[in-house]
């Protein structure tokens, strides 16, 4: 009689190419609510304990002309190529991070599957990218990261590293507080020294959360990364030196999963 466990590493194993189909298709089937998650993303951030309401409620639909979508208008990213990226309805465009969404989440997932080999850290995995996703597409987008996606990825991380061997416990408790911590001093610094308001209450609680996932050790390279990649895309955009607000939760959520890839790439 085969476990779960033992037909997991079977199918893996033996039918290579169909698992890893299947961890696409998953990835972009979740990366598909994922983009109703973060298209309710400014509803959520106000909404307290409703969040599960404003997740069920209404079905989805439209934003423009509030039309209910049918189950063709709602396929991982080929909808969005047979739609032409307009509404069937009233011809309103659909945000191209849509379909960037769906096939991010499918390869991530893929990628997520080639990194580890137990089961359980896959899944683990998988919850780590469809959160990272989230947080880093709203706060590009509308500069919110709300505390009903960092506060239970932080305790996610906690968990994870209770059942886990890759971090140790008090490493995973220290990167969370740490991780506060250093972009609260760095934001009360900025605010007291130039009177600027350089970073908000939801990246430190971001850089909490990859604390806890990552361990404080990480936390330098994590901040390093984001601030490079920060720093260049500003520069592209020609955005330095002005007083346009910064998605540094988007460059934190990028860095922090390339560490974690990093981190456990080849065991
Ligand atoms: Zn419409």
Not at 169 to 191: E, K, M, P
Not at 199 to 212: E, M, V
Request: aromatic share 16%; with cysteine; glycine share 8%.
């Amino acid at each position: 009689m085969s476990t779960p466990q033992q037909l997991f590493f079977l199918m893996r194993e033996e039918y290579t190419l169909l698992f890893y189909m299947q961890c696409l298709l998953l990835g972009a089937i979740v990366g598909s609510f994922l983009g109703m998650v973060i298209s309710r993303g400014p509803r959520l951030a106000q909404a307290d304990s409703a969040v599960l309401y404003h997740l069920s409620f209404p079905a989805s639909h439209c934003h423009h002309c509030h039309h209910s979508l049918s189950w063709w208008e709602n396929i991982p990213v080929v909808s969005w190529f047979i739609l032409h990226g307009q509404c069937h309805h009233c011809g309103e465009p659909i945000p191209r991070w849509l379909p960037g969404v769906e096939i991010s989440c499918g390869l991530l997932f893929v990628l997520m599957a080639m990194v580890f080999h137990h089961p359980g850290d896959i899944m683990a995995g998988w919850l780590l990218v469809s959160f990272l996703i989230i947080l880093s597409v709203l706060d590009w987008q509308y500069l919110l990261l709300p505390d009903c996606f960092t506060l239970p990825l932080l305790w996610l991380g906690l968990l994870f590293n209770t059942f886990s061997d890759s971090v140790a416990l008090h490493d995973a408790i220290l990167g969370a507080a740490a991780g506060y911590g250093f972009l609260w001093a760095l934001y009360w610094f900025f605010r007291l020294a130039m009177n600027k308001e350089a970073l908000g209450y939801g990246d430190f609680k971001l850089l909490a959360a990859l604390g806890a996932w990552l361990g404080w050790q990480s936390l330098p390279y994590i901040c390093l990364i984001a601030s490079c990649v920060g720093l260049l895309f500003a520069a592209k955009e020609r955005r330095l030196n002005t007083a346009l607000p910064f998605p540094f939760g988007s460059y934190l959520s990028f860095a922090g999963l390339w560490v974690f890839i990093c981190y456990h790439y080849g065991g």
